[in-house]
């Protein structure tokens, strides 16, 4: 990858980040180890409205995903701070 980036679009590969966008349903199947009830109510949205979006029935309004997103990186904030103690 880093000598394509570099051959083909002249680019530094060490500059490169690259960041990882899912439609909902994929986002739900990479990540199901989430509790979706959980993240509801964190998003302020019904557990029916984000089983519907996880399923790729219904697609979250804008509000809806900056809400998911917000959500969801509060969480991530919460568990990259997270240890395990090992007793």
């Given at each position: 990858?880093k000598?394509?980036l570099?051959?083909f679009?002249s680019?530094?590969?060490?500059?490169?980040?690259f960041?990882?966008?899912?439609?909902c349903?994929?986002?739900f199947?990479?990540f199901?180890?989430l509790n979706r009830?959980?993240?509801?109510?964190?998003?302020?949205?019904e557990t029916a409205r984000?089983?519907a979006?996880?399923?790729?029935k219904e697609?979250?309004?804008?509000e809806?995903?900056?809400?998911?997103?917000?959500?969801?990186?509060?969480?991530?904030?919460r568990?990259?701070?997270?240890s395990?103690?090992?007793?």
């Amino acid at each position: 990858m880093k000598k394509l980036l570099r051959e083909f679009e002249s680019l530094d590969p060490e500059t490169v980040e690259f960041n990882h966008y899912y439609q909902c349903p994929a986002f739900f199947s990479e990540f199901a180890i989430l509790n979706r009830a959980e993240l509801a109510m964190s998003a302020q949205i019904e557990t029916a409205r984000l089983e519907a979006f996880s399923s790729g029935k219904e697609k979250p309004t804008e509000e809806e995903a900056k809400r998911l997103e917000k959500a969801l990186q509060e969480l991530a904030a919460r568990l990259i701070k997270t240890s395990l103690i090992i007793s």
